[in-house]
């Protein structure tokens, strides 16, 4: 979930916070000979057979629902190839908690999540032991393949867990870089950029997810906004500072564990992204999310949408004191659903 910096943090350097929540993705492999095959429950029980062909791995089904685990498999079979590691067949199969019963998604960054799943699970099969950064790596390599924007935010909350503050990477250079340098070179070389910082959380914080039942996709949102913002270049680029300068009050709220700055700040990012919303005419808080927010203002607490927006979620930053089933009830009336999601944080080590 992102609390505070979208759009902004698509931009290199420019910070986010984010928060990993406890829905999960599962990835499961299973040594397999001469075929494997790929199966998800999102896309029917029915499996996707693949072989290879000349060392590359082929599909032998037209249709392709599997963008983000394919490029997530080639590349880090590419990193195995390139450590010497012999490739085999599996059966991989991928179970998701990220959707309501419907298959209705949340907006929790499930392909963000399904390809660090797939890069983990095969860190294991392959034996490759990567630590979390080579694994952060590889994923936001496959997200950019695929999706082409977007800052791989969701990638880094599903790799490390917590709560974290996240810049992402000049894109541009690791583009040129890749098509230069081996795989392992631009792996282990620091990323212009990139920064991924764990956040302590004052003990009192209280983060409350709203869900309004309506679907965005946040790539979408993204290219609308970059095709917008050129008309008003000047503009974007103060929305840029103040949105920096913004976060970046939170990140030391954070780390003086100061809840009233923390909230402040909330509220003032819900301002900037309604501003970028003036400048650029794509809806971000839509009616729904609008309501989430202000019904939270009036219990005490500080709101905004999360993420891209234009639906999915809210979320709401309140301390101890803040009464939340008031809150509960009120959203209830509004017909929006409180996600029960906690905060999700890494135990021993990385999985």
Known sequence: MYIAGEYAVVEPG???IIVAVDQFIT???EAAVKNGSIQSQQYSDLPIRWTRKKGVLVLDHRENPFHYILEAI???EQYAKERGQLLSFYHLKV???LDNSNGRKYGLGSSGAVTV??????NVFYDLEMDTLTQFKIAALAHLAVQGNGSCGDIAASCYGGWIAFSTFDSQWVKEKQAQWSLSTLLETDWPMLSIQPLEVPKNLRLVIGWTGSPASTSDLVDQVHQSKEVAESAYQTFLKDSR???EEMIAGFTNKNIPVIKQMITKNRALLNT???ITGVTIETPALKELCDLAETCGGAAKSSGAGGGDCGIVIADKKTGILPLMTLWEKAEITPLPLHIYHYQGGQK
């Open 245 to 247: 300068e913004c976060v």
């Open 117 to 122: 799943a797939t890069v983990k699970a095969l």
């Open 276 to 278: 970028l919303s003036s």
């Open 14 to 16: 420019h910070p986010a």
């Open 27 to 29: 990835v499961t492999i």
């Open 74 to 76: 080639r590349l880090t």
């Open 95 to 97: 179970k998701s908690e």
